[in-house]
């Protein structure tokens, strides 16, 4: 009896740490790794925005990791790559852990062997579905496109409800309001990679539509809030952030939601000043309370509903989450389709 006792318990156990490919980290390796973080004592955090946007992350780890300070500081993400592969040739690195604003642009230092990879599910419970090319992204959430409206000029039963709607006459001449970048435009890319003469045809037509220029997502979700135009296609997170401040845009329920996910890395050793405040930092970072700290700034998965407040909006819409570019193919293949983006709508190529 107390042998099959003993097997259940067993049992049961390995269930719990191996459903949905899950397993349970180490407490051991968790603190043998603050030991050593500890030593360093610091920790460089290249964050997206402002830094001040950042705190209470920030200061999430710090209670949790006493010992360790974290100095977060803003930069573009995209150029991140070119500043990684230059500091990588001096040995000598200015970011132990940064956030890229889409996977895609990581390309660039996948492709060199510049990230680190590391054994995650010693120190960390996340979903290997989180965990990219050979564990040196790690997603940390979404920030799909999405179209927005406002209520106070577009009546529900008048909205759009897919792309080919946009091409009504009525929304013809300034009254949908777009970033001039290609990238914005990720909702087609789906499509286009099943039919790319189909959806580059598609945004010819889109084009004459005399769509209203944004040089950047908040213009556009400005020009929709204050009346300028009456739909605009905006970062989600855009919208519970400016929901606070008492904007009272809603979404259109066109999808799907689109996005190369923004996602935690770390350089590779050779340089990098603080290496095991950075894997205790990403290790850390999608944790429950990490996660609870995130969504608290607006930001946060869009999936499960119950993620985020943008996985609420999305599921409220009836709007489905796609994740794009998982493997370096589809990169190239994201790359290929912004371009021809650009070059349909008339922007410049990036």
Not at 97 to 104: A, E, F, H, N
Not at 249 to 275: D, E, M, N, R
């Given at each position: 009896?107390?042998?099959?006792?003993v097997f259940i318990i067993i049992y049961l156990s390995v269930v719990l740490f191996s459903i949905n490919g899950f397993t349970a980290p180490s407490e051991r390796a968790i603190q043998d790794l603050y030991q050593d973080a500890k030593k360093e004592g610091k920790l460089?955090?290249?964050v997206l925005g402002s830094a001040s946007n950042w705190k209470?992350?920030?200061?999430?780890?710090e209670a949790k990791y006493p010992g360790i300070k974290v100095t977060a500081f803003s930069a573009v993400s995209s150029r991140m790559p070119a500043r990684i592969i230059t500091e990588a040739a001096a040995r000598k690195l200015s970011v132990d852990?940064?956030?890229?604003?889409?996977?895609?642009e990581m390309l660039p230092l996948l492709e060199r062997d510049l990230l680190d990879s590391y054994d995650w599910a010693k120190i960390s419970d996340l979903n290997p579905e989180d965990i990219l090319f050979d564990n040196r992204l790690i997603l940390y959430h979404d920030n799909p496109m999405i179209w927005v409206y406002n209520p106070k000029l577009v009546l529900k039963k008048d909205l759009p409800r897919s792309w080919e709607e946009l091409l009504d006459p009525k929304w013809k001449g300034?009254?949908?309001?777009?970033?001039?970048?290609?990238?914005?435009?990720?909702?087609l890319f789906p499509a286009w990679q099943k039919n790319p003469q189909k959806v580059i045809h598609y945004l010819e037509q889109l084009r004459k539509q005399d769509i209203m220029p944004a040089p950047s997502g908040v213009v556009a979700f400005s020009r929709v809030a204050s009346g300028?135009?009456?739909?605009?296609?905006?970062?989600s997170t855009l919208v519970p952030i400016f929901k606070k401040r008492g904007t009272s845009?809603?979404?259109?329920?066109?999808?799907?939601?689109?996005?190369?996910?923004?996602?935690?890395?770390?350089?590779?050793?050779?340089?990098?000043?603080?290496?095991n405040a950075a894997k205790l930092f990403i290790g850390w970072a999608t944790t429950k309370e990490a996660m609870e700290a995130l969504v608290s700034t607006g930001r946060g998965f869009a999936t499960p509903c119950d993620a985020s407040p943008v996985a609420q909006l999305l599921c409220e819409n009836g709007i489905e989450l796609i994740r794009i570019c998982k493997t370096i193919e589809e990169i190239k293949q994201f790359r290929e389709f912004i371009n021809e983006a650009d070059r349909a709508m008339g922007w410049s190529i990036n």
């Open positions: 009896m107390i042998k099959k006792t460089l955090w290249q209470v992350v920030v200061d999430a780890f852990v940064g956030i890229c604003s889409g996977v895609d300034n009254k949908l309001s777009v970033r001039t970048n290609g990238n914005n435009l990720a909702g300028e135009t009456p739909i605009g296609l905006v970062r845009l809603q979404l259109c329920p066109i999808g799907p939601a689109v996005a190369s996910p923004f996602a935690l890395y770390t350089p590779k050793t050779k340089g990098i000043q603080h290496p």
